[in-house]
């Protein structure tokens, strides 16, 4: 003779849906993170705003600036006119694919900023890219 019980007996399972939901929350979170901690290479300069400026990877890059006295700054080393010119020759000669990222200061004078663009192209580099502020990336949170 069987009796039963009162309690009903389920086979056990394993809700999968909680588990894709904390894997995608994971996944966002490194994502956000990781995109957060994004290293600046040059020095800090009030650089100038445009309308159409767009962003590019900044993977094997070099970046040069200018700030509003006039000094020229090879990432964050200070550095004279000659010094940067030898400086942008021997990183040529290290890696002649890298880009070049000019950065400067909204104050600094243009002749300055053409005398570092001259050393640049002098030394071999042509794939230049001028750093702005982007007044198009001023409505997305995040941006400009």
């Keep these: ?76 080393e200070p550095l004279d006119f000659t010094g940067m010119s030898a400086k942008l020759m021997q990183a040529h000669t290290t890696n002649p694919e890298a880009k070049v990222f000019v950065r400067g200061d909204r104050e600094a004078l243009h002749g300055n900023i053409v005398r570092l663009l001259n050393l640049c192209r002098s030394s071999g580099f042509y794939k230049l890219s001028f750093e702005i502020k982007s007044e198009a990336l001023k409505g997305i949170p995040g941006g400009g």
């Design 1 to 76: 003779m069987q009796i039963g019980s009162p309690i009903p007996h389920k086979k056990a399972r394993i809700e999968i849906i909680p588990l894709i939901d904390i894997m995608f929350f994971l996944l966002a979170s490194f994502m956000m993170v990781s995109l957060s901690q994004t290293h600046m290479k040059g020095i800090k300069v009030a650089l100038p705003t445009g309308q159409s400026g767009e962003s590019q990877s900044k993977s094997n890059y070099i970046s040069v600036s200018v700030n509003r006295e006039g000094n020229f700054f090879f990432d964050k």
